[in-house]
């Protein structure tokens, strides 16, 4: 692969850059940063300095920064961790050594956000307010988590990711790295499939579908083969519609409240209903 620098007008890169390679200096001064602090540095980017987050980083159309938590651990074994006030099981990040690692990683003005399973659910919208802004500093968890009081002291916004507990931060941090940055202009090369992805206006999206016609005796349906634009966006937004009801009544519920005639809401009630009848009876085999 050649090793001539490639110029993006703001800063020059290699072709045969490595993605660790993506978070060296020099980085743009202005474009949107993640700044994350982590006891695991080497895990970024990972998945982000792959396909488009990865190209945008290159680019210079967003920043990703690491701190290591562990530099600033106390005593000869730098210790980042100690035993739970009021007993209990496993270890919590001191709040000594989480406040020093904030203040080098800087990100004056930035939200801080902690990621956890306690936090508020990690939603479409707000990764759009997050890309909308300069940027954030995320903080990977570990152990039992981080002393209350240096969330408080930073007024740490906590963010969950999901119900479920992983072994740290790090996982859930590059889910809404990705999440957002896919959300900055110019990252996606299609800015248009934005407005008809899952979410994109309270609905999960509609079935896709591609060539060929016919795959193993299933027909894409016939209104997408019709070249009537119409008709396929009205099918397209009562599957979206359907699909929503069906899976995520919280969705809907919220959907419904400002889009929904009570009539159609019926009649997809009924939809739904007729294919699940169906699903069961040709899954269970005692039908």
Known sequence: ???????????S???????RDLMAEPQVKGAWAAHVVTLFPEAFPGIL??????????EGLWNLRTTDLRPFGIGKHR?????????GAGMVIRPDVMDAALRDAGGGGLPVIYLSPRGKPFTQARARELAQGPGM????????????????????EEISIGDYVLTGGELAAQVLIDATVRLIPRVLGNQ?????ESFSDGLLEHP??????????????????????AAIATWRRDMAERLTKERRPDLWRAYGETHMDPTKDR??????DQSRTYREQTEDPKR
């Open 79 to 87: 210790n980042v961790d100690d035993t739970p006030a009021g007993g």
């Open 208 to 229: 896709q579908y591609t060539k060929p016609a016919l795959w193993e005796g299933r027909a894409i349906p016939e209104v997408l083969l019709s070249g009537n634009h």
């Open 267 to 272: 009649q997809l009630s009924g939809a739904s």
């Open 49 to 58: 300095g792959l396909s488009l987050t990865g190209r945008a980083l290159a």
């Open 137 to 156: 500093v995320l903080i990977c968890g570990r152990f039992e988590g981080v002393d209350q009081r240096v969330l408080d002291a930073h007024q740490v």
């Open 1 to 11: 692969m050649s090793e001539t620098p490639k110029s993006h007008g703001r800063l």
């Open 192 to 196: 248009d499939s934005l407005a008809e």
């Open 13 to 19: 890169i290699r072709a045969s850059l490595q993605p």
